[in-house]
């Protein structure tokens, strides 16, 4: 009777031990993911809609993020950081700096990691890939690149190398709206 209440003694043993790691799993892994939705981009109510009548398209940006047009696009930044930083033309890329810029232009980009396909965007065929580094210390860039009738629309974001992943949900955010209205 003693080696049966032995082998019950290390049954419930066994079931104790797998009982916490499983419930100290749990509790790690939920915070975990508690931690990354809360670097994730808004959801489509806070944002706000550009339009472009030149090429006829329109997206979604962030509210909080500010928008500049210039001659060969737009650049989308998400702070006041990003500002300085661009003005100064090199140095450190500070962790809450993101910047979406969509180039409009004849040609497409060659170069960085290598160019995998990509999801659709607007309905066409695009491309991925990715640029480490640049005259920035710790800056990184994802490109996503598609062609409609000659005309290449480029978008990366630019982000400190630690928030890849708040990065790539942004990106995604926005080319998840980029509609052309033809």
């Known amino acids: 009777m003693k080696n049966s209440q032995k082998g019950f ?13 499983a419930v100290g799993g749990y509790f790690v892994l939920s915070k975990k993911s508690h931690q990354i939705s809360n670097n994730l981009v808004p959801t489509t109510a806070n944002l706000q809609t550009y ?3 030149n090429y006829n398209f329109e997206l979604k940006y962030p509210n909080n993020y500010s928008l500049i047009e210039n001659k060969t696009g737009i650049l989308i930044s998400s702070s006041q950081s990003c500002q300085k930083t661009l003005g100064t033309g090199g140095g450190q ?6 910047v979406y810029e969509l180039l409009i232009q004849k ?5 960085g990691s290598a160019h995998t396909p990509s999801t ?3 309905g066409y065929s695009s491309e991925k890939f990715e640029i480490d580094g640049g005259m920035y ?13 000659g005309i290449w629309y480029i978008s990366y974001v630019s982000y400190h190398s630690e928030n890849k992943i708040t990065a790539e949900n ?6 998840s709206t980029f509609i052309f209205s033809e």
């Open 9 to 21: 003694t290390n049954i419930i043993l066994i079931v104790v031990i797998v009982a916490i790691v």
């Open 51 to 53: 339009k472009n009548n």
């Open 93 to 98: 890329w500070p962790k809450d700096c993101f």
């Open 107 to 111: 040609n497409k980009i060659e170069g």
């Open 120 to 122: 659709k965007v607007a």
């Open 137 to 149: 210390d710790n800056l990184n860039q994802i490109y996503i690149q598609f062609e409609k009738g």
């Open 170 to 175: 942004l990106l995604h955010e926005i080319l």
